[in-house]
């Protein structure tokens, strides 16, 4: 049986139900039970069919038609300490950390969900969200609080609960990860994006300006209602770039190193880019 190494566990030396850092990773750590699995959920990295594709494998519902238990059970397949240390097989799925907050923002923040309005009472309503831009998005964020405040812009690393998985799955290739986790776990995956209708995949994407500056939410719900939604690439201007290499430089540093700068966005297809790299000079 592999040694599990455990990631914040000895960050502080508090008992372990005191550990911020290790429970928060732990409490993503979801348990396939037939296979004695162990798949780290990280919000926005194909969650949702995964999170389904647990729930018919451990046998809580019968049919993807059951798909909103899903988000009422974010914890209920959690692992305790044994579980993980005991774990035969360990997956998890990361996405290139500036698609990650386009999407996040493309999804939550346009389209005012609760997490928008979380987001604007912890900003203690002084900007209404219809002036959220990405760029006041990433500005906003940038304070630590706000960072952490929510779990689908708080930096992927955290939900690491291993030093080092059997396998990880990058986001951007998921159609050839699939066969490997349906063969190494033994789960069926299934697809919840017709049933949540969260995907990017039923809109055109469109790369014909740059959305960053003063483009506010209520633009893009129009290109929205109109089948149309902006590349995640195109959120972006040097600015954001360079800011979003600061503030998730461990996730950016984590990800090329598994998957390499050419699954990243491809900043320098846009016309008229400056940039060539995503590389932040400060990693």
């Not at 194909?46 to 909103?68: E, H, M, Q, V, W």
Request: charged share 20%; glycine share 4%; with cysteine.
């Amino acid at each position: 049986m592999k040694k599990r190494q455990l990631n914040y566990a000895a960050v502080i030396y508090k008992p372990l139900a005191l550990n911020p850092a290790h429970q928060f990773a732990a409490s993503f750590a979801l348990r396939i039970f037939h296979s004695n699995s162990i798949y780290s959920f990280i919000p926005k990295n194909a969650c949702s069919t995964l999170r389904l594709s647990l729930a018919l494998a451990n046998g809580c519902i019968s049919s993807p038609k059951d798909f909103n238990w899903i988000h009422q059970n974010n914890a209920t397949f959690s692992a305790d300490l044994a579980s993980l240390i005991l774990a035969d097989y360990t997956f998890v799925i990361l996405r290139c950390p500036y698609a990650r907050l386009a999407s996040a923002y493309l999804d939550k923040i346009v389209d005012k969900t609760q997490e928008a309005w979380v987001l604007y009472e912890t900003l203690k309503r002084k900007t209404e969200i219809d002036q959220f831009s990405f760029k006041f998005f990433l500005k906003a964020i940038s304070n630590p609080t706000v960072l952490n405040s929510n779990i689908h812009w708080r930096p992927q690393v955290d939900y690491l609960v291993y030093m080092d998985y059997d396998d990880y799955f990058s986001l951007e290739h998921f159609s050839k990860a699939i066969p490997v986790i349906e063969q190494a776990s033994g789960i069926q995956v299934v697809d919840a994006r017709p049933l949540t209708r969260h995907g990017s995949d039923r809109f055109v994407t469109i790369d014909d300006g740059n959305y960053y500056g003063d483009c506010l939410p209520e633009e893009i719900r129009a290109l929205k209602v109109a089948g149309n939604l902006p590349s995640p690439q195109s959120l972006y201007d040097d600015e954001g770039i360079a800011l979003v290499g600061k503030l998730y430089k461990k996730d950016i540093a984590l990800y090329r190193q598994l998957f390499g700068e050419n699954n990243m966005l491809p900043f320098h297809r846009l016309p008229g880019r400056r940039i060539t790299r995503i590389i932040d000079p400060a990693l």
